[in-house]
């Protein structure tokens, strides 16, 4: 009995892929081919998590991406559908602002932030990229880095 109460409180969470890079490594046998996939997973209830799964098909970089994605979880203060305060993210080259919005105003920002704020169940915000890197790696590291900087 106590299995079923246990499983009812597992999470469903979002799988959302950012992005798929093909890599190659050069041996003296030639070329390895390879994949890393972008991967953010959410419950839409303020439960995050990202991470980069690497393997030599695809949809096996997905699948590790997810799995790695579901352990290392952070939890995104919220104030109704949209954040508490105006926050700046961080992280190398990238500098993201994030402004909280009235409702009905939706997600305003980058594809990548709009697919994380999507899976942590954010409906309204303002975001803007300061610096000009579009790296899909490093936007999606300041984006967690402004989430975890809330106050609450």
């Not at 409702?103 to 709009?114: H, L, Q, Y």
Request: include cysteine; charged fraction near 25%; hydrophobic fraction near 40%.
């Amino acid at each position: 009995m106590m299995k079923n109460s246990e499983e009812n409180k597992e999470m469903v969470f979002i799988e959302k892929v950012i992005s798929i890079n093909r890599v190659t490594k050069v041996t003296k046998g030639g070329k390895n081919l390879g994949f890393s996939a972008l991967v953010v997973v959410g419950d839409e209830n303020s439960h995050l998590g990202y991470a980069l799964g690497k393997a030599n098909e695809v949809a096996t970089a997905i699948k590790k991406g997810i799995h790695k994605a579901r352990k290392d979880l952070i939890t995104v203060k919220k104030k109704g559908t949209t954040i508490p305060h105006e926050a700046v993210g961080k992280f190398g080259a990238v500098k993201i602002f994030f402004k909280p919005a009235s409702k009905g105003t939706g997600v305003v920002a980058a594809s990548s932030i709009r697919a994380i704020c999507e899976c942590a169940g954010i409906k309204d915000i303002l975001t803007k990229i300061l610096k000009k890197s579009t790296n899909a790696i490093n936007v999606v590291k300041a984006t967690f880095n402004a989430f975890e900087n809330f106050k609450g």
